[in-house]
């Protein structure tokens, strides 16, 4: 499992490392990192645009704040310097840069300037780092404004977040790519933040065996998922697999229906059963799903999912009572987020795992407030209120359990937005949690796959609708399950 780590970690993390190393030799690894990263993005770049491509001839700017952030994007530039680069490093605080290495870039070629060529190949941000406050010095807003760059790369963090948040309360860099230093931070993750950072690419300085081991925000890869996974055995048949009640949609809202049990087909579970309104068109679409028209008449399962496209009237009320007072896990998601909201009593006495699945609005409707931009913390929050496992929707998706740990997805794009991604997702999910994966990790691996899947779905900037999701998430579990293996 990997994760992110909070400023204050890192520089713990920072303070053993440096102990056993010559002084300044963490910066250099930085600086190093991150001239290569920038070297490949002009390669990249130019080819497409010049004849003349790499970085002999690019034009860089720097926009470099007061301390060691700035310190790394000037090193960074000395060496992109000494390789043929014209560089103009533009103090944004006043004339305080970091001097050794403001003397580098000097003796490299480089101009420390008030104002730089308005056009550039490449412009670093570095301007703030994990010591940064959230929002940026005016002069930084002035030069971001009047400079046309090719390719925007912030340096450790992009300048103006709130770095152990995602939150972005005032003005913020917006970076094609982030080149961070010895671990991710919560900003790369989680919130608005996670959307201004861009592509993430992580150099290693050394310090992975000095963090902590248990980071501020967890993200899960492939490896974790396949180890969750449960693959059936040759004594395994269709119910110890699991048998999965998806409780959605009606007459009027058959769509519901048919996109929730697609999603629980798509998962590790060997049955799913159907309980609501829409049985004909869920027959239609999915002959191998057994239907009733209640939850009652279902049979047992091993976890269900109730909400999507059910409504919000007495008889749906009755039908999430009838799945809350099962004995099985459940997800709840859509009208039952409503109903939960207003019948929080309706939970209460319930002792096997619920995870609940909000975007904003029922997050608010649940919660009584809009979640704040500390989006794990707003998680986290509703998870403890209501003792369940929460997966907040957004183009960065967190999960929080009631005991306080987070996740971030990081597979997520705004792609996922569709009409009716949700209810894949749910249905997805609930298929996990009948095969046993408990409720955080079922959120997690749901979310992490329901992402590779939109992703695989919009291959060639494809309009992506949720049943390509639903028919892309075999494909994308094959693929993490095989790669973990590899
Ligand atoms: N500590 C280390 O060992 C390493 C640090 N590295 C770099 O050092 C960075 C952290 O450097 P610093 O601790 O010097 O801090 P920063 O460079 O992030 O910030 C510098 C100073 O700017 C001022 N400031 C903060 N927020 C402001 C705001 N919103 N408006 C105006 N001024 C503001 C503060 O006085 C702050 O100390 C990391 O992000 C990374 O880039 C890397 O070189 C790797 C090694
Ligand atoms: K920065």
Not at 57 to 64: D, F, H, S
Not at 249 to 271: K, M
Not at 308 to 320: C, I, N
């Amino acid at each position: 499992m990997d994760g992110a780590w909070t400023a204050a970690a890192v520089r713990r993390a920072e303070a053993q490392l440096m102990a056993t190393l010559p002084p300044g030799t963490l910066m250099q690894r930085a600086a190093a990192g991150l001239a290569a990263e920038c070297a490949a993005l002009l390669k990249e770049q130019r080819s497409t645009r010049t004849e003349r491509a790499g970085v002999y001839g690019a034009t860089v700017t720097v926009l470099a704040g007061p301390g060691d952030n700035g310190g790394d994007a000037l090193f960074a530039a000395a060496r992109l310097a000494r390789r043929g680069a014209r560089v103009f490093a533009v103090p944004v605080m006043g004339g305080r840069v970091h001097p050794v290495a403001a003397a580098a870039l000097t003796r490299a070629g480089g101009r420390l300037v008030a104002e730089s060529p308005r056009r550039c190949d490449l412009l670093l941000d570095g301007v703030l780092g994990i010591g940064g406050r959230p929002g940026l010095p005016g002069r930084a807003i002035d030069q971001l404004a009047r400079l046309d760059a090719g390719t925007v790369v912030a340096v450790d963090v992009p300048s103006g977040v709130d770095v152990d948040t995602g939150a972005v309360p005032a003005s913020a860099v917006t970076a094609d790519t982030t080149v961070a230093f010895g671990s991710r931070k919560p900003c790369h993750v989680l919130g608005r933040a996670a959307l201004l950072t861009g592509r993430l690419v992580l150099v290693d300085i050394g310090l992975g065996p000095h963090l902590d081991p248990n980071p501020a925000v967890r993200v899960a890869g492939e490896t974790d998922i396949a180890q969750w996974w449960h693959r059936p055995g040759p004594d395994d048949d269709k119910y110890t697999r699991g048998v999965v009640g998806v409780a959605a949609g009606s007459d009027r809202y058959p769509g519901a229906a048919v996109l929730a049990t697609a999603g629980a087909l798509a998962g590790p579970a060997g049955y799913v059963r159907y309980a609501g309104g829409a049985s004909d068109a869920v027959r239609r679409s999915h002959p191998e799903v057994v239907c009733t028209p209640t939850v009652k008449e279902a049979g047992r399962v091993q976890a269900w999912l109730a909400g999507p496209g059910f409504g919000t009237d007495e008889a749906a009320l009755g039908e999430l009572r009838s799945v809350l007072v099962s004995p099985a896990p459940v997800v709840l998601d859509a009208d039952a987020l409503t109903l939960i909201g207003e019948y929080p009593s309706v939970l209460s006495r319930r002792e096997a795992p619920v995870v609940l699945t909000p975007h904003d609005r029922e997050y608010e409707r649940l919660y009584g407030s809009p979640p704040s931009e500390d989006r794990g913390a707003a998680a986290a929050a509703l998870a403890k209120r209501l003792n369940c496992t929460v997966l907040l929707k957004g183009h960065h998706t967190v999960v929080a359990s009631s005991d306080g740990a987070v996740w971030a997805n990081p597979t997520g794009r705004p792609q996922l937005a569709t009409a009716g991604s949700g209810d894949v997702l749910a249905g997805f999910m609930a298929s996990l949690l009948a095969s046993g994966m408990d409720g955080v990790r079922a959120a997690v691996a749901a979310a992490f796959l329901h992402g590779r899947a939109g992703g695989a779905a919009a291959a060639g900037h494809r309009t992506v609708t949720a049943s390509d999701v639903a028919r892309a998430l075999p494909g994308a579990v094959g693929e993490v399950l095989t790669a973990a293996r590899s």
